[in-house]
């Protein structure tokens, strides 16, 4: 299926965006006319392919978003309420729900961290934690729960969709703030859904 007028309909629509493809996640320049550079998430070691648009194999289905581990930060990632102009992700339709960046980052749509939120790999609570404890780095646990370590002292927070919801010890039992307990179940879910 294919679904523009034109060249120009296609550029409006799919330039500088994240793509699924028949060939896994890619990010996609447009070049002249219906040729465009696709940049395969999956494939780091691969040079952007540059080809017809209209071979690619686009499949239109919607990424799901959520907590991106960013280079020992947190990203929450979610799309503005934009009217559909652009197809896919973009930087103008992204916005950041979480305290380490303003926006989100310019590079962030080529890297294999979005990658990994929307494949929805990410580590089991139990490593988030140490990763979080020990060497400093906030860590997701899954698309929408992640854990912050205090910027003064030993405390790590739980993270709910962009908003501190609680704390965790280090026996990873969770002290769930009384205004948040609603999400005590999707919590439990979470933690069995990565192992």
Known sequence: MFRYDSADDAQMQL???LQMTASGLAYVRHQRGWRYSVNYLDKP?????????????????????????????LL?????????????????????LT?????????????????????????NLTRSYDEAS???NNCAFHRDFA???????????????????????KDLNFEIDDKYIYIKEALEEAIHENG
Do not use: C
């Not at 929450?76 to 950041?96: E, F, H, T």
């Not at 962030?108 to 580590?123: A, F, Q």
């Not at 709910?160 to 609680?166: A, D, H, I, L, T």
């Open 45 to 73: 070691n691969l040079d952007p392919v540059e080809g017809d648009i209209r071979k690619v194999g686009l499949t239109f289905e919607p990424l799901e978003l959520g907590y991106v581990n960013y280079f020992g930060s």
């Open 147 to 169: 854990l912050r370590r205090a910027m003064l002292g030993q405390e790590i927070t739980l993270e709910y969709k962009g908003s501190k919801v609680g704390i965790v010890n």
């Open 15 to 17: 330039d500088y965006t």
């Open 134 to 136: 020990k060497k400093g």
């Open 99 to 123: 305290e380490d960046y303003r926006h989100p980052p310019e590079d962030v749509l080529e890297s294999s961290n979005i990658r990994d939120t929307i494949e929805n790999k990410y580590y």
């Open 76 to 96: 929450y990632l979610v799309r503005k309420p934009l009217r559909a102009w652009k197809q896919g992700i973009s930087m103008d339709n992204l916005r950041n």
